[in-house]
């Protein structure tokens, strides 16, 4: 049985990574640089051993298994143990935050759909991450005018799927649960992580990749521009 939803949504939470932004375009340019600036000799099996990790260990996250902290931590490590120079742990992981914070690629049509979305109703970050580098992006974009606030884990001290998180960010947004969309692409933090707390989720699958058996979803899109004509109401009735 789908869980109930309103007949309109009166605000619309976005995950940011791989739902607003295309993290693998991003990060990508973001570790090739901080490999330059490190003198590490970076290659294409250097990239695809770093997406290995990323993944890995996000999905740890996610899990709850690690903190966010954890996870770029850890990364920066087995990276830096990789290509043999692990004292230079802690470079890395901070080269990289400093170049992911000026890469800001978009998914497709997302500039598009926020710059009519927000017109209908208030829209919201809610991000896993680092609150400086989530707040660089969008500026560097020119997507914070689009936002009416934004919300990020290592600010709120609770990270998603915790309910704590999305408590947080409904108090501080002002509407109850059950007015609010969340969007993003993960089942386990962006989905199940708004159940928990009586809102509605909207998954952002672009690679048509099908849900686990008996996921509850009310509503799953391929393209972000299906939040403008979906089986869903945004904005005042």
């Given at each position: 049985?789908?869980?109930?939803?309103?007949?309109?949504?009166r605000a619309v939470f976005f995950d940011l990574?791989?739902?607003?932004?295309d993290f693998g375009q991003c990060s990508r340019q973001a570790f090739?640089?901080?490999?330059?600036?490190?003198h590490w000799s970076s290659s294409e099996e250097a990239f695809t051993e770093f997406q290995r990790l990323d993944q890995m260990l996000w999905s740890q996250q996610k899990a709850g298994h690690l903190t966010v902290e954890q996870v770029i931590h850890r990364r920066a490590e087995s990276m830096a143990r990789?290509?043999?120079?692990?004292?230079?742990?802690?470079a890395f992981q901070q080269r990289f935050s400093q170049c992911l914070a000026e890469e800001a690629a978009l998914e497709p049509h997302a500039r598009e759909t926020l710059s009519l979305l927000h017109k209908k109703v208030p829209l919201y970050g809610a991000s896993n991450g680092i609150l400086a580098i989530q707040q660089a992006r969008l500026e560097k974009a020119n997507l914070t005018t689009y936002f009416s606030g934004l919300f990020v884990s290592d600010k709120i001290g609770a990270e998603k799927p915790d309910p704590r998180f999305f408590t947080f960010c409904l108090q501080r947004s002002g509407f109850p649960a059950e007015d609010v969309l969340m969007v993003g692409d993960s089942l386990t933090a962006d989905i199940a992580g708004a159940f928990s707390v009586g809102m509605d989720g909207c998954w952002y699958h672009p690679h048509t990749a099908p849900p686990p058996a008996n996921t509850i979803l009310p509503h799953a899109i391929t393209d972000l521009r299906q939040l403008l004509t979906g089986p869903f109401v945004c904005g005042s009735p």
């Open positions: 049985m789908a869980p109930k939803k309103p007949a309109v949504y990574d791989d739902t607003i932004f090739f640089q901080a490999c330059r600036c490190c990789w290509f043999g120079h692990p004292e230079q742990s802690l």
